[in-house]
């Protein structure tokens, strides 16, 4: 790490703390030459997603969509912008944590699911009749039964 004032490339680190709610370390070095200290942050490298949508096409993943649904099965419900920022952060989490770099649009779209059915019902029936694109009141019926089991 060159210090950016003398352009030295030795320092020590005198302080390390997490920052930015665990997703960076903060570390504070002092150059061992000209002994200015700077401070410089470490983050994860995060994995770029590729989503493979039903037609077999490939899009960079993109939270805002996961947003925008989820937004809309909620509509008039209860459910807080900030608990859809949860779900969405968590959802994104455990699809880092997969170690791959493609995901199907089914796999996210039945994260989505999972975690609506856990916080409000009415949200799930909504989200689950776009996505699973209920041909009639039968299908729709069904799903229901399950919930209820």
Do not use: W
């Amino acid at each position: 790490m060159k210090c950016p004032f003398c352009g030295h490339e030795e320092n020590k680190v005198v302080d390390s703390r997490p920052a930015q709610d665990g997703r960076a370390v903060r570390r504070r070095r002092e150059c061992l030459r000209c002994n200015d200290r700077f401070t410089t942050y470490e983050y994860i490298e995060m994995v770029t997603l590729t989503v493979i949508k039903s037609d077999n096409t490939r899009e960079a993943f993109d939270r805002n969509k996961i947003i925008q649904g989820i937004r809309l099965a909620c509509n008039k419900r209860p459910v807080t912008g900030k608990k859809i920022e949860e779900i969405v952060t968590e959802i994104e989490k455990r699809l880092q944590e997969l170690s791959r770099n493609e995901v199907t649009s089914k796999h996210i779209g039945e994260m989505v699911m999972e975690k609506l059915k856990e916080i409000d019902e009415v949200a799930y029936v909504r989200f689950a009749s776009v996505y699973r694109k209920f041909a009639d009141t039968t299908e729709f019926l069904e799903e229901l039964k399950k919930l209820f089991k």
